[in-house]
């Protein structure tokens, strides 16, 4: 199934992305917490305290020389055709395409920055050396990429307020295993996601309508070492990836995967500019973070079985008639939305329920970001 069968023309695209106009748009975006929206998480500070990383001594060190090493320090800068590009290239987007390109900058920053508050604040709350050391490179590495994206939507006079965002967006409480699942899949499925456009970019210098993913490759570095991170905290904590959790393992790795699949669906032109379908750039970045995933996850979901391929197109299906009874409104309007909940609810499931493949985990924890 591709996405021809799910009909995914502008009004949907629009009814799922609504139209940011005004700086006020742009924030109301970014704090706005919907399915399908980065969130802001905050966890148990003391349970991060008592971290203890001494089964992984040898690979953290290194890794942590990385880290010291910064060898972004001077990346997230604008050289001299910068600017020029945006003033070429930005006139020559349509009003869709527009849209869909901002919805993907402000969706970009608010996940970025919600990295950047939770190492942050992470750091601040604890006093073991090496949770707290780790907590200030990956926030230094977050609050850089964020600004970064900012400056392209000041290009726009659309800038995110960083400090307002931080004040009004709502947080979700996750205990530290959850923040582990759920962030190490954010920054491996994150450096899948830049990689394959950088690689796609490369081939096709012509599709690059904006500068700015002319800076992914080395951006992603850092996002997969974030992971690395991640996967060394998981892999010191050995009970975490085996038994009953398990089964939140395979929960984490689907709602990561439905999220981002419905979420790029909503994006069809943007994909389109850069010589992708939605559906196959999102296949590609799958199984680059299910590869990834090997060094810590003992289990995998199959992104070859025709039921999760028919989940995922339903997921969608199900999120644009969401979209048109919210729309609707009254009676009828809440009906369809309880009805496409249900629905959605019941797809999940069925995903949740397929066979996973099952794996050893490798002796050597630590991977290179070799895509
Ligand atoms: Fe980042
Ligand atoms: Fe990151």
């Given at each position: 199934m591709n996405t021809s069968t799910l009909d995914m023309d502008h009004d949907h695209v629009e009814l799922l992305i609504g139209t940011v106009q005004t700086a006020a748009d742009a924030n109301a975006k970014a704090v706005r917490n919907t399915v399908l929206s980065p969130r802001f998480y905050t966890t148990d500070f003391a349970a991060m305290d008592r971290l203890d990383v001494e089964p992984v001594r040898t690979e953290w060190d290194v890794m942590m020389k990385e880290y010291e090493g910064d060898?972004?320090?001077?990346?997230?800068q604008r050289d001299a055709e910068f600017a020029e590009e945006v003033k070429k290239l930005?006139?020559?987007?349509s009003p869709e395409m527009r849209q869909e390109f901002l919805d993907f900058l402000i969706s970009s920053l608010t996940s970025e920055f919600s990295g950047c508050i939770l190492y942050n604040e992470i750091r601040k709350h604890v006093s073991n050396p090496d949770i707290k050391q780790l907590m200030t490179y990956m926030a230094r590495d977050e609050s850089r990429h964020a600004g970064f994206i900012n400056q392209s939507l000041k290009d726009f006079d659309l800038g995110i307020d960083l400090g307002e965002l931080k004040r009004q967006k709502n947080y979700t409480f996750f205990k530290p295993k959850f923040i582990f699942y759920a962030t190490y899949l954010s920054e491996k499925i994150g450096y899948a996601r830049y990689i394959t456009i950088f690689r796609q970019l490369e081939r096709h210098p012509d599709k690059r309508f904006h500068p700015i993913f002319r800076w992914f490759e080395r951006w992603c570095n850092d996002e997969f070492r974030h992971g690395e991170s991640f996967a060394l905290i998981m892999r010191a904590h050995p009970h975490l990836l085996r038994g009953g959790n398990l089964l939140w393992i395979r929960f984490f790795i689907l709602a990561v995967y439905a999220t981002m699949y419905v979420r790029d669906h909503t994006r069809p032109l943007l994909h389109e500019a850069m010589g992708f379908e939605s559906t196959d750039y999102d296949y590609e970045v799958f199984r680059i973070t299910s590869d990834i995933c090997r060094q810590v996850f003992p289990i995998e979901v199959d992104i070859d079985h025709p039921t999760f391929r028919a989940c995922m197109t339903r997921l969608v299906e199900l999120s644009i008639a969401n979209a048109k009874a919210k729309e609707r409104g009254g009676v009828m309007g809440l009906i369809g939305r309880a009805s496409t909940a249900v629905q959605a609810l019941f797809t999940f499931g069925r995903l949740y329920l397929l066979p996973v493949k099952k794996q050893d985990l490798p002796a050597d924890i630590r991977m290179q970001p070799t895509w």
């Open positions: 060898n972004n320090h001077d990346h997230f930005m006139p020559q987007l």
